[in-house]
T-cell receptor, first 112, second 110 residues
Framework: DGGITQSPKYLFRKEGQNVTLSCEQN?????MYWYRQDPGQGLRLIYY???????QKGDIAEGYSVSREKKESFPLTVTSAQKNPTAFYLC???????????FGQGTRLTVV | GQSLEQPSEVTAVEGAIVQINCTYQ??????LSWYQQHDGGAPTFLSY????GLEETGRFSSFLSRSDSYGYLLLQELQMKDSASYFC???????????FGKGTRLHILP
């Protein structure tokens, strides 16, 4: 089955530690996106990538980093510079010629 | 900058019709999309309007008016399973970002 997979589903991190969230898709989509969701805030764009080895900052990129070494993979690193990292993180992908975005099931990150 | 405004909550009765509005401000976009998200789940695509007018998909319809910078999602014959959050979204022409509104939480009463 084709789809987009995020792992892990739940993640706990100690303050001051970096953590990497995985996002893998086998839909052969060119574009991939990372969003952060907080209660009442909707989906806010962190980073996005339209092609391998290229990515752009979204509206709230500070404290995050990404890489796009393979078409299928777009991991997000939450660094210690992110002051309030506890949130629900969603990864999405889209075929270049389409508008519909497909989402993974999300990773809920909690800083303890 | 770009922004999409939606009501934060809407309440309706099972079997009724409800309309969720979205007003937007963006320099240029391909069209207006709608997504549904149940609690704890992933957003799923519902509909897309590239052109002005009404698009119908079963119980759901979506409307776009570019001249008014306005769109809406219409849900008919409401069912309890329609209780969810609904997001409008645009893909911008300038940089291919997909920007979402803050979402409208739909409560359905029996």
């Amino acid at each position: 089955d084709g789809g987009i997979t995020q792992s892990p589903k739940y993640l706990f991190r100690k303050e001051g530690q970096n953590v990497t969230l995985s996002c893998e898709q086998n839909l052969n989509h060119d574009a991939m996106y990372w969003y952060r969701q907080d209660p009442g805030q909707g989906l806010r764009l962190i980073y996005y990538s339209q092609i391998v080895n290229d990515f752009q900052k979204g509206d709230i990129a500070e404290g995050y980093s990404v890489s796009r070494e393979k078409k299928e993979s777009f991991p997000l690193t939450v660094t210690s510079a992110q002051k309030n990292p506890t949130a629900f993180y969603l990864c999405a992908s889209r075929r270049q010629t389409d508008t519909e975005a497909f989402f993974g099931q999300g990773t809920r990150l909690t800083v303890v | 900058g770009q922004s999409l405004e939606q009501p934060s909550e809407v309440t309706a009765v099972e079997g009724a019709i409800v309309q969720i509005n979205c007003t937007y401000q963006t320099s240029g976009f391909y069209g207006l999309s709608w997504y549904q998200q149940h609690d704890g789940g992933a957003p799923t695509f519902l509909s897309y309007n590239a052109l002005d007018g009404l698009e119908e998909t079963g119980r759901f319809s979506s409307f776009l008016s570019r001249s008014d910078s306005y769109g809406y999602l219409l849900l008919q014959e409401l069912q309890m399973k329609d209780s969810a959050s609904y997001f409008c979204a645009v893909r911008e022409r300038r940089d291919d970002k997909i920007i979402f509104g803050k979402g409208t939480r739909l409560h359905i009463l029996p």
